[in-house]
């Protein structure tokens, strides 16, 4: 097994069955140089350490310890077992070198490397050895799998007049397999341009036809019936958490700005829901990092939230005043992701933006946070990840879509179409 495994998931050495698991010792001396990290790799480096040490008390790792169906080993290596090509220096060569070793003491034992470096398994399948990935955090098999929040469903033409009367429309279980705040688009079986677009609660529970928000929210008005869909979701104060995933300039960011905007600062009483704006990203640099940033920590934060300031100023007709006096007054909020631990958010709006970005691990730790009468919005492309550990079927925003799809409390929608701008929609198409 090598190191990356073991950063990714500490319960690795739980998850294969009828095998026997063997960690490189020079593993272990990897894993020491990340446990004082204060990421979830750090998390993962503690965590196995802790399990090993614990199951020291059952037996001796050199000789093998039960665990599951079969025994875990902590194994050295024989330095000339690996060909003179390979730097015997290099520690993936000598977590290869105890592969060979392996295979060396017993021909009859089927020797499998779990490695998530992709080069480790081309140089493995160089020198012969079986070389798997390790692909247990995968949340959906294939990204097309992912829960899109939108169904199109046929039905009779009286169903959809039924919809625009008002009158009480039900979906059958048998015939319908849907999900809480699943949106729907009826449509005519005999006019397929006749059609009525309607959010599911549950089988018990007639449709809602969706608002069009013609008057629009904070200035905003929807472009696109996913647009609107989304508008629904942020408005509704029975859901306290939404997902929304689209392309670059598909407008995701700005809605939830707008959103938390109105239910903060509206006209009315009855929209003042929320007493705050909470804004934050996960400090994930494209390309090249420049370093560390001076100042206090809303300083640090400022280049990293630039996209986010951009858009409340758009909202706020570039009243920088009335922005600067919100943000003095705590009324807005730029707050960092890395000290959120520890605190209890009660009675806000919270926008989580590029939160393709965060881990399973990191996006719980945010979720936890959130206390009575909170909203929270998770934002994100997950088209474009940032984080090396990360891909498209095991970010933390995925895992959320995913676990999330069958709770009341909880709506998704997927942006399909980009409003920014017709170059900006034919880069995220064509690029």
Same mark, same amino acid.
């Given at each position: 097994?090598?190191?990356?495994?073991?950063?990714?998931?500490?319960?690795?050495?739980?998850?294969?069955?009828?095998?026997?698991?063997?960690?490189?010792?020079?593993?272990?001396?990897?894993?020491?140089?990340?446990? *004082?990290?204060?990421?979830?790799?750090?998390?993962?480096?503690?965590?196995?350490?802790?399990?090993?040490?614990? $199951?020291?008390?059952?037996?001796? $790792?050199?000789?093998?310890?039960?665990?599951?169906?079969?025994? +875990?080993?902590?194994?050295?290596?024989?330095?000339? *077992?690996?060909?003179?090509?390979?730097?015997?220096? #290099?520690?993936?060569?000598?977590?290869?070198?105890?592969? $060979?070793? $392996?295979?060396?003491?017993?021909?009859?034992?089927?020797?499998? +490397?779990?490695?998530?470096?992709?080069?480790?398994?081309?140089?493995?399948?160089?020198?012969?050895?079986?070389?798997?990935?390790?692909?247990?955090?995968?949340?959906?098999?294939?990204?097309?799998?992912?829960?899109?929040? =939108?169904?199109?469903? =046929?039905?009779?033409?009286?169903?959809?007049?039924?919809?625009?009367?008002?009158?009480?429309?039900?979906?059958?279980?048998?015939?319908?397999?849907?999900?809480?705040?699943?949106?729907?688009?009826?449509?005519?079986?005999?006019?397929?341009?006749?059609?009525?677009?309607?959010?599911?609660?549950?089988?018990?529970?007639?449709?809602?036809?969706?608002?069009?928000?013609?008057?629009?929210?904070?200035?905003?008005?929807?472009?696109?019936?996913?647009?609107?869909?989304?508008?629904?979701?942020?408005?509704?104060?029975?859901?306290?958490?939404?997902?929304?995933?689209?392309?670059?300039?598909?407008?995701?960011? =700005?809605?939830?700005?707008?959103?938390? +905007?109105?239910?903060?600062?509206?006209?009315?009483? #009855?929209?003042?829901?929320?007493?705050?704006?909470?804004?934050?990203?996960?400090?994930?640099?494209?390309?090249?990092?420049?370093?560390?940033?001076?100042?206090?920590?809303?300083?640090?934060?400022?280049?990293?939230?630039?996209?986010?300031?951009?858009?409340?100023?758009?909202?706020?007709?570039?009243?920088?005043?009335?922005?600067?006096?919100?943000?003095?007054?705590?009324?807005?909020?730029?707050?960092?992701?890395?000290?959120?631990?520890?605190?209890?958010?009660?009675?806000?709006?919270?926008?989580?933006?590029?939160?393709?970005?965060?881990?399973?691990?990191?996006?719980?730790?945010?979720?936890?946070?959130?206390?009575?009468?909170?909203?929270?919005?998770?934002?994100?492309?997950?088209?474009?990840?940032?984080?090396?550990?990360?891909?498209?079927?095991?970010?933390?925003?995925?895992?959320?879509?995913?676990?999330?799809?069958?709770?009341?409390?909880?709506?998704?929608?997927?942006?399909?179409?980009?409003?920014?701008?017709?170059?900006?929609?034919?880069?995220?198409? +064509?690029?």
């Amino acid at each position: 097994m090598d190191t990356n495994v073991l950063l990714t998931d500490s319960n690795a050495i739980s998850n294969f069955e009828n095998a026997d698991i063997a960690i490189p010792l020079k593993v272990l001396d990897e894993i020491d140089k990340h446990k *004082k990290r204060q990421d979830s790799v750090g998390m993962h480096a503690r965590s196995i350490i802790r399990k090993l040490d614990e $199951l020291r008390e059952k037996g001796n $790792l050199f000789e093998g310890i039960d665990v599951d169906a079969g025994k +875990l080993y902590v194994k050295g290596y024989d330095p000339f *077992k690996l060909p003179d090509d390979l730097d015997i220096e #290099n520690p993936d060569n000598q977590i290869i070198a105890t592969a $060979l070793s $392996l295979k060396a003491e017993d021909k009859n034992n089927n020797v499998v +490397l779990i490695s998530r470096d992709i080069n480790m398994r081309v140089k493995c399948d160089a020198l012969g050895i079986e070389c798997e990935d390790y692909s247990n955090d995968q949340v959906v098999e294939d990204i097309e799998g992912l829960y899109t929040g =939108l169904q199109e469903i =046929l039905v009779d033409d009286q169903i959809v007049d039924s919809v625009y009367k008002e009158e009480g429309v039900f979906l059958d279980p048998d015939e319908f397999s849907l999900e809480p705040n699943q949106f729907v688009m009826l449509i005519s079986n005999s006019n397929d341009k006749k059609s009525a677009l309607v959010r599911f609660t549950n089988y018990e529970t007639r449709v809602q036809k969706v608002d069009s928000f013609k008057k629009g929210i904070w200035g905003v008005r929807p472009k696109n019936k996913e647009q609107n869909f989304a508008l629904d979701l942020l408005t509704d104060p029975d859901i306290p958490l939404v997902t929304i995933i689209g392309k670059a300039g598909s407008g995701k960011t =700005l809605m939830a700005l707008a959103c938390g +905007l109105q239910q903060c600062f509206g006209e009315t009483a #009855n929209d003042r829901r929320y007493s705050r704006v909470i804004v934050t990203k996960p400090v994930e640099p494209v390309g090249k990092d420049i370093g560390f940033l001076p100042g206090t920590m809303e300083e640090k934060m400022m280049p990293w939230v630039a996209p986010i300031q951009d858009n409340l100023k758009n909202l706020m007709g570039n009243d920088k005043v009335t922005l600067d006096m919100y943000m003095d007054e705590g009324k807005i909020e730029v707050e960092a992701m890395t000290f959120i631990r520890g605190r209890s958010i009660s009675n806000a709006f919270i926008i989580i933006d590029e939160a393709q970005n965060m881990t399973k691990h990191e996006i719980k730790t945010v979720l936890t946070r959130v206390g009575e009468g909170t909203k929270i919005v998770l934002t994100g492309d997950i088209e474009q990840i940032d984080n090396v550990y990360l891909d498209e079927t095991s970010n933390g925003l995925t895992y959320v879509i995913d676990r999330f799809k069958d709770q009341a409390c909880a709506g998704h929608i997927t942006l399909v179409k980009g409003e920014r701008s017709k170059i900006a929609t034919l880069a995220a198409r +064509l690029l």
